[in-house]
């Protein structure tokens, strides 16, 4: 009896200070690591790569390509995440995957394009800009547009014109057996 009742008062315990435990101010630490995930893009890429599992889901070799390209992309190894375009466009794709696939991999491009091109200039930032957003709707047309006017505008590093050179060669969708 002795022990149910000890048991019961270190639950009852346990509980009241589980409750109370939410009104701790940690110094600010939650919002410390939620701006942090942000300022760094990790909820957008979170959601990166919720799309990209979702578009090759039930391909377990296109899967297994997706897991190591978002390694590149938490790590930052963009060069890298091109490479996963070429394996998982490779993977033996059914046509929905295939057409899940082309409505993420230019945001994946969009995502590259945002955390490597960041200019004094203003005009070359707002390129980048209306680039990644025409990346992120899928306009074709426009990205490529911009992309080429980028090129054209400023000095890239020999990293930025291999991700930009990258970026337009998988610009266009992705069609079956090819």
Not at 13 to 27: E, I, R
Not at 80 to 101: C, E, H, M, P, R
Not at 152 to 172: P, T
């Amino acid at each position: 009896m002795i022990r149910i009742k000890t048991l019961l008062s270190t639950l009852t315990l346990s509980l009241a200070l589980a409750g109370s435990a939410q009104a701790f101010d940690f110094g600010g630490l939650k919002d410390k690591a939620n701006s942090a995930i942000n300022e760094n893009g990790g909820s957008e890429l979170l959601n990166l790569g919720k799309s990209i599992y979702s578009a090759v889901d039930g391909n377990a070799t296109a899967s297994k390509y997706a897991k190591q390209m978002m390694g590149a992309l938490q790590t930052g190894k963009y060069s890298k995440v091109f490479d996963y375009f070429d394996k998982i466009k490779g993977a033996g794709l059914t046509d929905s995957q295939l057409s899940a696939w082309n409505e993420v991999k230019n945001k994946v491009s969009g995502f590259v394009m945002e955390q490597s091109f960041e200019f004094d200039q203003e005009a070359a930032n707002s390129l980048v800009g209306k680039a990644v957003e025409a990346l992120n709707g899928n306009n074709t047309s426009a990205a490529s547009n911009y992309l080429a006017k980028l090129k054209n505008a400023v000095s890239l590093s020999s990293e930025q014109k291999s991700l930009l050179s990258e970026i337009q060669a998988n610009l266009l969708p992705v069609i079956a057996g090819k």
